[in-house]
């Protein structure tokens, strides 16, 4: 069993950064595969970026180029830094912990507005 806490969200203005953070309990977080997804309002959810366990990463191609997804597995966090956000990047984003089982964070909302 993995439990996920986001942090970072926030408001912030067009053009601007936030990071987020994902702090994972439990054991053996270095074998999840790790991944940021987002959900707007009347939006399916969508994938954002993914690193696998061996540190693979891969992106939608809507942020590749402005985001960055990172994993600290002594620290048993994943990140999203999120550079040059625009408006259409407002959306509760969620954290994703797969190996076998499926677990998610609560999501923490990002608002990019002027």
């Known amino acids: 069993q993995v439990q996920l806490v986001e942090s970072g969200g926030g408001l912030v203005q067009p053009g601007g950064s936030l990071r987020l953070s994902c702090a994972a309990s439990?054991?053996?977080?270095?074998?999840?595969?790790m991944a940021w997804y987002r959900q707007a309002p009347g939006k399916q959810r969508e994938l954002v970026a993914a690193?696998?366990?061996?540190?693979?990463?891969n992106y939608s191609d809507s942020v590749k180029g402005r985001f960055t997804i990172s994993r600290d597995n002594a620290k048993n966090t994943v990140y999203l830094q999120m550079n040059s956000l625009k408006s259409d990047d407002t959306a509760v984003y969620y954290c994703?912990?797969?190996?076998?089982?499926?677990?998610w964070g609560q999501g923490t909302q990002v608002t990019v507005s002027s």
């Open positions: 994703n912990a797969k190996y076998l089982s499926s677990f």
């Open positions: 690193v696998t366990n061996s540190g693979t990463t």
């Open positions: 439990g054991d053996f977080f270095s074998i999840y595969n």
